[in-house]
């Protein structure tokens, strides 16, 4: 899919047909529509869809007539019946005229423009235009750190009510969730300091103070992945602490109770054996069987007694 809009007044619109100043959004392009665009302003067809593989690295190319920014952005998919996230590549391709952006999926950082949610926002100015994004980006990253430490404090908030290894497993996807944005982020902070080296890019005197803001946000993206990370570790061992600890008690459990059952047993083994009645003690009292009995019981709570002074029970 491709739209085009622009700014006329710091309104954006749609338009159509390419003209000066144009932002063209594409989304999952078709093959047809990466090489329109690629013929129409003299792209390499393989940096139109550089975007469109999601093993691509972040990078920053300049070529003849045009350039390229690549980056990682966060997206939210499906893991194991649960939301998750993880990071896609975002193009931007810089020509003479227009700035153009191509990514496999509708993305809120895109939207935020188009829904005028971000100010002073003009198509005209593309490098503002392209730190923007990224401002954006970086953001996002933020929000979305965000929402997962708060998955974590929920599942720590119910490790004394109903842990289970389900637990584990979401943990473990919340930390690899933030092995992928560590990773992300690292190569966006590469771009953005070549970004800041770069003087081919046309650039306005005030855009330096706003690419200055990105690589602040970036890095304090960085920071909190890093903190968010090792608390994540911290919670997961905690949790397998506490899952062997419960079932070191059930074992616990099952064992006193099986010393105490095995009283009884080894009681009436013993009455049970083929010999002279003469020899078996309280074999001919009267009531014997009763007296042996409240025996049994009394060995029973006797053991009972000493297991839990030694905290077994």
């Known amino acids: 899919m491709m739209k085009m809009y622009m700014t006329d007044n710091r309104v954006i619109h749609e338009v159509e047909g390419v003209q ?7 989304t999952n392009p078709t093959m047809e529509e990466s090489q329109e665009i690629a013929e129409q302003f003299e792209i390499d067809i393989a940096d139109v869809r550089a975007a469109l593989d999601e093993e691509e690295s972040s990078r920053i190319e300049i070529e003849d007539g045009y350039s390229l920014i690549l980056v990682d952005i966060p997206t939210a998919e499906i893991r194991h019946e649960s939301k998750n996230y993880t990071t896609i590549p975002l193009g931007i391709l810089l020509t003479t005229d227009c700035i153009i952006t191509v990514c496999t999926e509708e993305t809120p950082i895109l939207q935020h423009f188009i829904e005028r949610r971000v100010r002073e926002f003009s198509t ?4 503002r235009f392209v730190y923007q994004i990224l ?3 970086a953001a996002m990253y933020q929000s979305s750190l965000r929402i997962i430490d708060k998955q974590r404090t929920e599942i720590e908030e ?5 842990t289970e290894d389900l637990d584990l497993v979401q943990l473990h996807e919340l930390e690899s969730t933030l092995v992928y944005f560590a990773t992300s982020l690292r190569a966006n902070s590469v771009v953005l300091e070549r970004l800041s080296r770069y003087k081919r890019l046309e650039q306005y005197p005030e855009d330096t103070e706003l690419l200055d803001d990105v690589i602040i946000e970036n890095q304090q993206a960085i920071e909190m992945t890093s903190i ?10 905690l949790l397998s602490s506490v899952i062997n600890n419960r079932l070191n008690n059930v074992m616990k459990y099952l064992t006193s109770i099986t010393v105490v059952m095995a009283i009884p047993t080894i009681i009436s083994g013993i009455y049970g054996m083929n010999v002279d009645g003469r020899w078996m003690p309280l074999s001919t009292t009267p009531h014997g069987f009763g007296i042996i009995c409240l025996i049994i019981v009394g060995v029973c709570i006797a053991t009972l007694f000493v297991l839990w002074k030694k905290k077994m029970l």
């Not at 000066?20 to 594409?26: D, E, F, L, R, S």
Request: hydrophobic fraction near 40%; charged fraction near 35%.
């Open 20 to 26: 000066a100043g144009v932002w063209i959004m594409m």
């Open 124 to 127: 005209k100015k593309k490098m």
């Open 135 to 137: 401002f954006r980006t």
């Open 158 to 162: 119910d490790i004394n009510d109903t």
């Open 228 to 237: 968010y990370r090792d608390i994540i570790n911290g919670t997961r061992e």
